[in-house]
């Protein structure tokens, strides 16, 4: 028996097959990240973050350990209920679409780690831009973390298998009509599973019109966490600084 979704940002990322295949994400490099830029940026003392596409929480958590008052939020109920034991007084977790306004201003609104650009209706992507808009305060920085698809698809390893927790995830990548796809095939307790991302191949130059049209600015941009300027060739990071 195959199980197979379509609309995988709103399956995939609700599975515990998810987390056990990116788990070994570089928390370190993550936390380098949140350091350079709320330097960079220089948030308010104690201020607010919306961290929109939160996860399970690890850049949230480790921006309310700097002293910012944080909300995570994201479309996986699993991961809302997984973050939601590292809420303090000032750290709470939601589930919630990034398409649409939260409803609440901040002083930065942090999309991390390419959560953006997967969506089924291609407005979304612009309404996620308008709806961050919305979420900021006068003073508020809004910032994109999103890959440099350029360099990705120069770099785009067909075929490989990694096997973790005694699975073997097997992945097929590709670039085909404007998007970058990642298929996912795996045996689990005598069941077939497959599962495909699905990422809009989205440059600069693409940003840079959805910001036209959603009436923000575009402030600077960076190519990796340390915050090097941004090199279409060489950079495997698009870090967007926006107001």
């Given amino acids: 028996m195959t199980k197979h979704t379509t609309q995988w940002y709103a399956s995939w990322f609700d599975t515990l097959f998810y987390h056990i295949l990116y788990k070994d994400r570089d ?31 690890r850049h949230s958590v480790y921006l309310n350990s700097l002293g910012y008052k944080v909300t995570g939020v994201d479309l996986s109920e699993n991961s809302i209920t997984y973050a939601k034991q590292f809420e303090n007084d000032t750290l709470t977790f939601e589930v919630h679409d990034m398409c649409k306004p939260y409803q609440q201003q901040f002083d930065a609104v942090f999309n ?5 650009g997967y969506f089924d209706r291609e407005i979304d992507n612009l309404n996620t ?29 067909p075929e490989d298998t990694r096997t973790i927790d005694g699975i073997a995830f097997h992945q097929i990548r590709y670039f085909e009509d404007g998007f970058i796809y990642k298929d996912i095939t795996f045996e689990h307790q005598g069941s077939a599973y497959k599962f495909q991302e699905r990422v809009k191949a989205l440059t600069l130059a693409d940003f840079e019109a959805l910001f036209e049209q959603a009436g923000v600015f575009l402030l600077d941009v960076f190519g990796d966490y340390k915050l090097r300027k941004f090199q279409n060739n060489s950079s495997d990071r698009l870090i967007m600084i926006f107001k």
């Fill in 112 to 116: 991390l780690f390419t959560s953006f």
């Fill in 27 to 57: 928390h370190s490099e993550a936390q380098l990240f949140m350091d350079n830029l709320t330097q960079y940026l220089n948030l308010p003392e104690g201020g607010s973050i919306l961290d929109l596409g939160c996860g399970k929480g």
């Fill in 129 to 157: 831009i308008k709806a961050i808009k919305a979420d900021l305060n006068v003073t508020g920085f809004g910032v994109i973390d999103f890959m440099n698809c350029d360099y990705v698809i120069d770099h785009l390893i």
